[in-house]
């Protein structure tokens, strides 16, 4: 199992561009995580998905959209980047509905750098 | 909603020490209490948890301690070695009834000196 899957690992953005970040798990969870990890910030959620088809704002969502037309995957997007929106991004997944499965899988991790 | 204290937010200890993070919690309802640690360049990882029917819980040098009635969590690492640098993370979360979202802690960067 390759566990959450991240893509690409680190990426420079001019002021307006746009972008896609692909979050992948292959251990077929319910829900799925977008956070944002700044200096000093901690882990600060920005989207999430409890299933298939839905996604739900977290604490810092201006700015994100995000889709999750497969079970697998749960895209991350921005239209139009701002500086402010440089971090390192982690996606994370688990089943917490499911039992005692409540433990979140991270991935690698994102490095976006937006100039 | 839940709102998670995490202190100290540096903790610089020498090999062989003992650490102990701390972490408070607001909402009484929280039943799941993880642990993870995050090594340079590198996602989380839960290294421990404890749900709120245990008092404590030890996973060989680590344990985790909770205290319901004042709504606090502690990470103890014994004898520490220069490979637990790293920054850890405390989480609360409500199991059931509630949305299940985790809400984290700031973190708490370990340094441990050789």
């Known amino acids: 199992n390759a566990g959450v899957t991240q893509t690409p690992k680190f990426r420079v953005l001019k002021t307006g561009q746009s972008m896609t970040l692909l979050c992948a798990q292959d251990m077929n969870h319910e829900y799925m995580y977008w956070y944002r990890q700044d200096p000093g910030m901690g882990l600060r959620l920005i989207h999430y998905?409890?299933?298939?088809?839905?996604?739900a704002k977290g604490e810092v969502p201006d700015g994100y959209n995000v889709s999750r037309l497969k079970k697998q995957n749960f895209l991350l997007g921005l239209e139009s980047a701002a500086p402010s929106q440089t971090s390192v991004y982690f996606c994370?997944?688990?089943?917490?509905?499911?039992?005692?499965?409540?433990?979140?899988?991270f991935g690698p991790g994102t490095r976006l750098l937006v100039l | 909603g839940e709102n998670v204290e995490q202190h100290p937010s540096t903790l610089s200890v020498q090999e062989g020490d003992s650490a102990v993070i701390k972490c408070t919690y607001s909402?009484?309802?929280?039943?799941?209490f993880p642990w993870y640690k995050q090594e340079l360049g590198k996602g989380p990882q839960l290294i421990i948890d404890?749900?709120?029917?245990?008092g404590e819980k030890k996973d060989q040098r680590i344990a985790v301690t909770l205290n319901k009635t004042a709504k606090h969590f502690s990470l103890h690492i014994t004898e520490t070695q220069p490979e637990d640098s790293a920054v850890y993370f405390c989480?609360?979360?409500?199991?059931?009834?509630?949305?299940?979202?985790?809400?984290f802690g700031r973190g708490t960067s370990l340094i441990v000196h050789p």
């Open positions: 989480a609360a979360s409500i199991r059931s009834g509630g949305s299940y979202i985790p809400t």
């Open positions: 909402d009484s309802a929280s039943n799941y």
């Open positions: 404890i749900r709120s029917n245990v």
């Open positions: 998905s409890v299933g298939e088809g839905t996604t």
């Open positions: 994370a997944s688990n089943s917490p509905a499911r039992g005692m499965q409540e433990t979140q899988y």
